[in-house]
């Protein structure tokens, strides 16, 4: 029996910094044990199977490590299984299918947080931007995109997120990575 896995890496391929070719994360996967590995644009996002008897923070542990080793740098990931990335998308308490998938982003993040954290953001001053909290993610309402967004702006200080990962996908991104694990999922059925 196996699970099938989304990985999500932080801050790689950014500026020409903390490269980390999608041929070589495949090829560390691989070394791992985990199968069926597919890549997904160049800014660290994977999908693979691996023994269901493997947790996510024991996979996260494992990935971290190997990639360490391999890049001689370390990488903050995040390990997600199917069902959590399809709950995410289905509970999006904005209207996805209305928007274009740079208006709309999930920041996953390694565990749950509270909204005290965001006490000192003043959301109607970044109106229209909203986000909102769900399980272990924050969606972003950004009708400029992210690059503009000022509220992003604002949630991606250090103290916001203190003591919790945190890396941010597109909504396209999203969409893809549940129709990837999907797909995997379905081919181990």
Same mark, same amino acid.
């Given at each position: ?10 801050? *790689? ?53 190997? *990639? ?52 000192? *953001?003043? /959301? ?31 949630l991606s200080r250090p103290a916001v ?20 694990? /999907?797909?995997?999922?379905?081919? /181990?059925?």
């Open positions: 029996m196996t699970t099938t896995y989304a990985l999500l890496l932080r801050g *790689i391929n950014v500026g020409g910094h903390r490269k980390v070719p999608m041929a070589d994360l495949r090829s560390v996967l691989e070394g791992l044990g985990y199968r069926d590995v597919k890549t997904y644009l160049q800014s660290g996002n994977a999908v693979f199977t691996a023994p269901a008897d493997h947790p996510d923070d024991v996979v996260r542990q494992a990935v971290e490590a190997a *990639i360490e080793k391999h890049f001689g740098f370390s990488v903050d990931c995040l390990v997600r299984d199917h069902d959590y990335l399809a709950a995410v998308e289905r509970d999006c308490p904005f209207p996805a299918a209305e928007l274009e998938g740079k208006q709309l982003h999930a920041f996953y993040l390694s565990g749950s947080v509270d909204e005290k954290r965001f006490a000192g *953001i003043d /959301e109607e001053a970044f109106r229209p931007e909203a986000f909102a909290l769900g399980d272990r993610v924050l969606y972003l309402y950004a009708p400029d995109g992210l690059g503009r967004s000022k509220l992003g702006e604002a997120f203190k003591g919790v990962t945190v890396t941010a996908r597109n909504w396209n991104t999203v969409r893809k990575l549940v129709e990837l694990t /999907e797909v995997a999922q379905s081919d /181990e059925s």
